[in-house]
């Protein structure tokens, strides 16, 4: 049992190309220059910078040169809270400059273009996901970090990629019934895993949802010795090929902590940054997506990442643009919901 989803993604995604052609041309020199404006501005408004690691290489330098932090969706919010700047600037994508500001009400947060925004939001309003659960009151919810704030106001649980597993885990041996959104493959994955009575959404990444088994397994012909590392937003036939599953932060520390020199890696291509900053003796391959002969040019790369540029940072700290907001009732709900998984992770931990 599963709930459809519908999104005509060409009227709702820009191209990669179209983004990169509405940047600004700059020099080298200039680019510096602008760095050197934005550090001084952090330091100014005691502002902190912190970057996903699917945002531009650029960016996620700047962060860790300034003190901020590179990282997960959530723990990047973590960090913002316990960081003592009063003002969070988070490259990334909608939801995650919500997140921030749920776990951290009296700071201000602020993102470089709040036009950026996720296929699983999208694919999850709250307008379609609140009456979906209010048919099913005899489910726990459980929502992927990759859910807006009045979605995950709605939830009972809020969970990670990382540990997702091991919630559901628990619930299932509580008897509990699991209505999950919004990733199918994820949900889906979990669910091979745990065996749990789980209602899935149909949402996917738009990114992970390219991925191809069959071209992939083409490619780990020419690379026999290589290993393969997928996060589990991708279509299962791809998940079932891997060495290792993981999160963002987990496939990280398989690059850096695995013997082989070799990696197929099936998320998005910007974490090679942190990849090889981390293991710089290692080689990175792409996983082949979708598109023609399984080569397309973007798929491995989120478009909606990409509008986060070093010109919207230095508009923020210069203007006062694009500050996230969310209503407080909507935060209290969700921040239950978050901290709720913040707890669990904790106590699993001892």
């Not at 400059?97 to 709250?126: F, H, Q, R």
């Amino acid at each position: 049992m599963s709930k459809q989803v519908t999104i005509n993604w060409s009227e709702s995604v820009p191209s990669t190309d179209e983004i990169e052609r509405s940047k600004p041309t700059i020099s080298s020199a200039q680019q510096d220059q602008l760095i050197a404006r934005i550090k001084h501005l952090l330091i100014e408004q005691n502002a902190v910078l912190v970057a996903h690691y699917y945002t531009d290489p650029i960016l996620q330098q700047l962060a860790d040169e300034t003190g901020g932090c590179v990282s997960d969706s959530l723990e990047m919010a973590r960090f913002g809270k316990a960081s003592p700047a009063n003002k969070i600037i988070v490259a990334g994508v909608r939801f995650m400059g919500e997140t921030a500001k749920i776990l951290s009400p009296e700071k201000s947060v602020y993102m470089p273009n709040l036009e950026a925004t996720c296929s699983l939001d999208l694919g999850c309003a709250a307008e379609d996901f609140i009456p979906f659960c209010d048919a099913h009151p005899d489910h726990t919810v459980v929502v992927y970090a990759n859910t807006s704030a009045k979605v995950k106001a709605r939830a009972d649980w809020v969970v990670t990629s990382g540990i997702a597993t091991k919630v559901i885990e628990h619930l299932a041996s509580e008897g509990k019934k699991i209505l999950w959104a919004p990733d199918r493959h994820l949900g889906k994955y979990i669910q091979s895993i745990t065996n749990a009575d789980m209602l899935l959404w149909q949402a996917s990444c738009i990114v992970h949802d390219e991925f191809r088994a069959d071209a992939l397994l083409t490619l780990k012909e020419k690379h026999p010795d290589a290993k393969v590392l997928v996060h589990p937003e991708s279509p299962y036939t791809v998940v079932e090929m891997a060495d290792v599953v993981g999160s963002t932060t987990q496939l990280i520390s398989a690059v850096q902590n695995m013997p082989e020199k070799t990696f197929i890696v099936a998320t998005d291509n910007r974490i090679f940054y942190k990849m090889q900053q981390s293991a710089p003796d290692k080689i990175l391959i792409e996983a082949p997506t979708g598109g023609a002969g399984a080569t397309c040019t973007m798929c491995a790369h989120c478009s909606w990442m990409a509008m986060n540029t070093l010109q919207g940072i230095l508009e923020v700290l210069e203007q006062g643009s694009n500050e996230v907001t969310v209503a407080e009732e909507v935060r209290l709900k969700a921040f239950e919901s978050t901290q709720r998984l913040l707890d669990f992770a904790a106590s699993i931990k001892k």
